[in-house]
């Protein structure tokens, strides 16, 4: 399956960006457009001005890269903000409305995607809690082609059998531009499908140094032949195309 999904390419790598971020639009963008790589930039479209707070993230947009839903309110686990209202207390129909919501507004900035993918904020795939805990990973599914959640290091998609609606991204902060260079040289050898996940370019946190960033986008560019570097809807948009088809024969 992996030589016709992707065709010369020996794998496919998706940049992926959390939270909208001026620091994105300062230092991860431009050294992207710089060597003609597209990212995948998902956003939680959230506050009194919220319209103003996405108006840059137009022209990214129509530069080509992606915009994805991140949910309105960017709700994660009571255990990482160490109080209540987050997932645990919420359900099916909130955490769906919350998502629906940000998706109008998101549209509003990118109205010519025609498909849509989704990142769990926080990689947390549930709401409730204890033997009420459910996931919402069917809500994404419901909604979208693809959704971003969390896998084990070292491991990637397997685009036979990866399920689309909670596919693995790799998080890389503090990660030397070797490191991250060694992840996808390897796991695309292996006819897989590599996410990174980023948020600060030299931020203040969760972030990746900027000389290890631009090694990786130097590499990719280097390798553009032989790696397939691509927003996330379009590598999920010919995995579910592949699976399709493989299923129909199976069928």
């Given at each position: ?5 992707w065709?010369?390419?020996q794998?496919?790598v998706?940049l992926t960006?959390d ?5 994105q ?5 431009p050294?992207?457009?710089?060597r003609?790589l ?6 939680p479209?959230r506050?009194?001005?919220?319209e103003?707070r996405?108006?840059p993230?137009k022209?990214?947009?129509a530069?080509?890269?992606?915009i994805?839903?991140?949910t309105?309110?960017h709700i994660?686990?009571?255990?990482l903000w160490g ?5 645990e207390?919420?359900s099916l129909e909130?955490i ?15 109205p010519?995607q ?8 926080c ?6 809690r204890g033997?009420?805990?459910q996931?919402?990973?069917?809500v994404?599914?419901?909604h979208?082609l693809?959704?971003r959640a969390a896998g ?5 998609n397997v685009?036979a059998?990866?399920d689309l ?6 998080g890389?902060?503090l990660?030397s531009?070797f490191e ?6 390897e ?8 996410v990174l ?11 990746v140094?900027s000389?290890?960033y631009?090694?990786l986008l130097?590499f990719?560019?280097?390798?553009r032949?032989?790696?397939w570097t691509?927003?996330v809807v379009?590598?999920a948009?010919?995995i579910e195309?592949?699976?399709r ?7």
């Amino acid at each position: 399956m992996a030589e016709n999904l992707w065709g010369q390419f020996q794998g496919a790598v998706s940049l992926t960006f959390d939270d909208g971020t001026q620091n994105q639009l300062d230092r991860a963008i431009p050294p992207l457009d710089e060597r003609g790589l597209k990212g995948t930039f998902y956003i939680p479209p959230r506050g009194e001005r919220w319209e103003e707070r996405l108006a840059p993230w137009k022209e990214v947009a129509a530069a080509g890269h992606e915009i994805g839903n991140h949910t309105l309110s960017h709700i994660c686990s009571n255990n990482l903000w160490g109080k209540t209202g987050g997932l645990e207390d919420r359900s099916l129909e909130e955490i769906e409305a919350d998502i629906l919501t940000a998706q109008e507004r998101l549209e509003k900035i990118a109205p010519h995607q025609e498909e849509w993918t989704f990142c769990y904020p926080c990689y947390c795939t549930f709401v409730g809690r204890g033997e009420t805990r459910q996931s919402y990973v069917p809500v994404v599914a419901r909604h979208f082609l693809a959704g971003r959640a969390a896998g084990e290091y070292g491991f990637a998609n397997v685009p036979a059998v990866v399920d689309l609606a909670c596919f693995w991204g790799q998080g890389v902060e503090l990660m030397s531009g070797f490191e991250m260079i060694g992840i996808v040289e390897e796991l695309t050898s292996r006819g897989q499908w590599v996410v990174l996940v980023f948020h600060e370019i030299d931020g203040r946190r969760l972030t990746v140094a900027s000389y290890d960033y631009l090694m990786l986008l130097d590499f990719l560019q280097r390798r553009r032949e032989a790696i397939w570097t691509a927003p996330v809807v379009e590598v999920a948009r010919r995995i579910e195309e592949l699976q399709r088809e493989s299923g129909e024969k199976e069928g």
